[in-house]
């Protein structure tokens, strides 16, 4: 069967000539597309500033370093630094060497406080900023940090101490203290080097939460861990009386924590850049990636162009699709989608038998049918309307009283019509 052109919808365009050399274009243009979509595209625009402007208002003030001065978080500083402020302590903060080089303009004046969590600062950088102030706190210092400042402490691992510890040293700023919250971390005098540090806050095992040392003329402090200068825990115990005392001694603290800028800023002397530590086949690969997704949009994502209107190349005929169909419903067992599409037909024959407008329900339907046979409504309406068929044979019944149904309305109706025309089944 062969496709004829649709009429053109009221104020819609003229459907094309099949034969003709030009198609209208079915693929929704650029502009209407942005039409259809404005909306979701204006809500999607409005998420996304708003978005960025929290980010840089919000998260943008807000550090997440450890022991930041910005940090508010559990793990920050900002509260002691907040503390340190209010005593009038000028506290000023340093990602670089070159930028504590800048604020240390008196050295007698300044104590730096340094917490070193990437080991970023080589030994060099180390002895350079032990000769910027002359007071000199260092946080859960590495090995390299022990070496340049304390070579008379080592590490002496964990501690099962659960009680604040008592600092029994001489140290006026822990004693004036008292007991603070125990770290994670301890010392311990190295082997042959007791003499060179003062260590406080010891525990059951012999080992120190802190120990204080002179290198050169700066007067270095070493706490074994960050955890009681943190917002967590600086308000337990005396840890903000000790923190005070360490940092509020000079009237200038720069609060330093090393960062990548002194990987760039060390060069070739310094630890080796991110770069330098990149291996070789990793940007051939990245450019044959980013290749290979190149292409791979282009092919995919290429326009296939407008759908035209064409003959078919052979005639079909309806018999042959309503038996392709039937064969569809019976091998996926649809069995009551067959039998609706049959009641659908039946519906419309009788209507038009009946005289019945086309605005009319399937009840009216029903009455005007069960009226005209002379068979009680409820039958007509299980027929047409109720009835399930459980199996294969059931909605062959069904049909055949369908069309038997077809057949009494068109004898009533016309009663001189002694042969009536019955409609051809298809068979199941």
Known sequence: MSTAPSPA?????????PRSGDAPAVTPTVRRLLRRTRLWI????????????????VNGSRGTDALGADNPGPSGGMALAQV???????????????E???????????????????????????????????RLVVIAPNIDVLDAYAPSV????????????SPECSLP????????????????PAEGGAAGALFCYPDDSGSFQLARTDSGRTAVTLLADSEPFDNEHIASDGNAALALNLLGEREHLIWYLPTFLDLADAGAGGQPSLAQLTPEWVTPVLVLFLAVFLAAALWRGRRLGPLVVEDLPVIVRSRETMEGRARLYQRSSARRRALDALRIGS????????????????????????AATGRPADEVRELLLDADPGSDAALVDLSDRLLTLEADVRTAVDPRSTHPRRPERMDS
């Open 9 to 17: 919808p009221p104020g819609g365009p003229a459907p094309a000539d």
């Open 42 to 57: 204006a809500v999607v625009a409005a998420v996304l500033v708003v978005a960025t402007v929290w980010a840089l208002t």
């Open 84 to 98: 340190l402020s209010g005593q009038g302590v000028d506290v000023i903060t340093a990602a670089s060497l070159d």
């Open 100 to 134: 504590v080089r800048q604020a240390a303009t008196a050295p007698e004046q300044t104590t730096i406080l340094l917490f070193d969590s990437g080991s970023l600062l080589s030994a060099d950088r180390l002895g350079r900023l032990g000769e910027l102030a002359d």
């Open 154 to 165: 080592t590490f002496s691992g964990a501690t099962d101490a659960g009680a604040p510890l």
């Open 173 to 188: 700023a822990a004693t004036r203290a008292g007991a603070v919250t125990p770290g994670r971390s301890t010392f311990r």
């Open 347 to 370: 519906i419309g024959r009788l209507a038009s038998t009946l005289g019945l407008a086309r605005t009319a329900s399937v009840e009216d339907v029903v009455r005007a049918s069960a």
